[in-house]
């Protein structure tokens, strides 16, 4: 079973810069590189949404509000994706979790706990 552990979440104020990071294991005989990995966030009474996913090649996907201010990278010889998020906004707050996705088995498709992003001054 595939476990994902992320860090970095917490308080920042407006404008501010926040990295997270995820880190996968157990990856159930498949290398971290097979995986599309991706981050989402949710608020209260509203769906989880897509921030940016990726998959190894390839191009990263944005939510269109997002491109231009959050970036997603992975390290495959570390399991860990991360999310920059700089010029940060009051309506970025909300908890952001981590998923990761076999491309050729979508059944394999396992998230984080997720984590509270806080943007307030």
């Known amino acids: 079973q595939v476990q994902l552990v992320e860090s970095g979440g917490g308080l920042v104020q407006p404008g501010g810069s926040l990295r997270l990071s995820c880190a996968a294991s157990?990856?159930?005989?498949?290398?971290?590189?097979?995986?599309?990995m991706g981050w989402y966030r949710q608020t209260p009474g509203h769906p989880r949404e897509l921030v940016a996913n990726?998959?190894?090649?390839?191009?990263?996907n944005y939510a269109g509000s997002l491109k231009g201010r959050f970036t997603i990278s992975r390290d495959n010889a570390k399991n860990t994706m991360y999310l920059q998020m700089n010029s940060l906004k009051p309506e970025d707050t909300a908890v952001y979790y981590c998923?990761?996705?076999?491309?050729?088995?979508?059944?394999?498709?396992?998230w984080s706990q997720g984590t509270q992003v806080t943007v307030s001054s």
């Open positions: 998923n990761a996705r076999h491309i050729f088995d979508s059944t394999n498709d396992y």
């Open positions: 157990g990856t159930s005989g498949s290398i971290f590189a097979m995986y599309e």
């Open positions: 990726v998959r190894y090649p390839g191009n990263p």
